[in-house]
């Protein structure tokens, strides 16, 4: 007769994770870590051009400024470009343009544009511009 060891009897107690399960946890925390890093740097393109905006809108209003303190019998019409600003990697194109509107030669119009790379497309550009209307009896 034959005899029954104990090793068919014995269940195992050693605790642990299996090869598989090792695997598949390690790739979960792979595609979450990937998915935050490709966030993060469409978090940083969408910063950089916020800033950029706000530093156009800056220029623009500035420039705005400025053109419209000079004094109504100063704007001559036409269009000219105004400033190259570059802010940090950035290059700013700003152009004023200025036309009396309809037949009333006591109003003119007012357009500061400026122009800008975006930081997600190199090859496409921002624009931002400001409208407004000067007339002779502000001066």
Known sequence: MKQKTNSTLIKSTRAGFTLTEVM???????????STIVAMGTAIGWVKELKNRQYALHT??????????????????????YTNV?????????????????????????????????????????????VTTVSNSMN
């Open 24 to 34: 598949i946890a390690l790739a979960l925390i792979g595609i979450g870590l990937g």
């Open 60 to 81: 623009a209003r500035e420039n705005m400024e400025i053109i419209r303190t000079s004094g109504f019998r100063n704007l001559p019409a036409g269009t000219w470009p």
């Open 86 to 130: 570059i802010e940090g990697s950035t290059n700013f194109a700003t152009e004023y343009t200025i036309a009396v509107s309809g037949v009333n030669t006591n109003i003119k119009d007012l357009a500061v544009k400026v122009g800008w790379a975006k930081t997600t497309d190199s090859t496409a550009t921002n624009e931002l511009q400001l």
